[in-house]
């Protein structure tokens, strides 16, 4: 079991600026062939589609299938849709009943073009009382990555680059 003393586990905030399009920015979080690209190489799924109601899921990679985890690792409901600008969903990590029994968190991104062609992505993690989640979005579990640093660092990579941290 992972330890969290000290653990600020109330919302966490953290903000990366891209030389992009804040449409460019939207469909890499929200479009399944580009959120394969970045992160953990899992695939986002919206359905029906992307509007308020619809459920999210986030499946494992071929590999991280492999290594033990199960197809869905996260699943949630969108709460709020304002594009390319606002998303709101539900957000539960299902990797293990532990993680699994913390519940639903919310996460918001906005992006905000600042001008120049650059955006401002911010993404809020409202983690309540949820150690292990918010232990595991922080990067802080030895050998299980970088959280959502890794993820928003990766992203900016890809649009800016066109590669991905881990290629």
């Known amino acids: 079991m992972a330890?969290?003393?000290?653990?600020?586990l109330t919302t966490k905030v953290y903000q990366v600026f891209i030389k992009t399009t804040p449409e460019a920015i939207w469909e890499a979080i929200t479009n399944p062939d580009w959120t394969e690209k970045y992160g953990y190489a899992g695939r986002t799924e919206y359905s029906p589609d992307l509007r308020v109601g619809a459920t999210f899921r986030n499946l494992a990679s071929p590999e991280f299938q492999q290594a033990g985890m199960?197809?869905?690792?996260?699943?949630g409901t969108v709460l709020e849709v304002d594009r390319p600008r606002r998303l709101v969903q539900t957000w539960r990590f299902l990797w293990s009943d532990e993680i699994k029994a913390e519940g639903p968190t919310t996460l918001t991104y906005e992006i905000a073009d600042q001008g120049n062609g650059i955006c401002k992505l911010t993404l809020t993690h409202e983690l309540g009382d949820a150690p292990l989640t918010t232990a595991q979005v922080n990067g802080e579990i030895e050998g299980a990555g970088g959280g959502w640093p890794y993820v928003l660092s990766d992203i900016k990579s890809l649009l800016e680059t066109g590669k991905a941290l881990h290629v």
């Not at 330890?3 to 600020?8: C, F, H, I, L, P």
């Not at 199960?70 to 699943?75: A, I, L, S």
Request: charge should be negative; hydrophobic fraction near 35%; charged fraction near 25%.
């Open 70 to 75: 199960p197809e869905v690792v996260v699943d």
């Open 3 to 8: 330890t969290t003393t000290g653990v600020d």
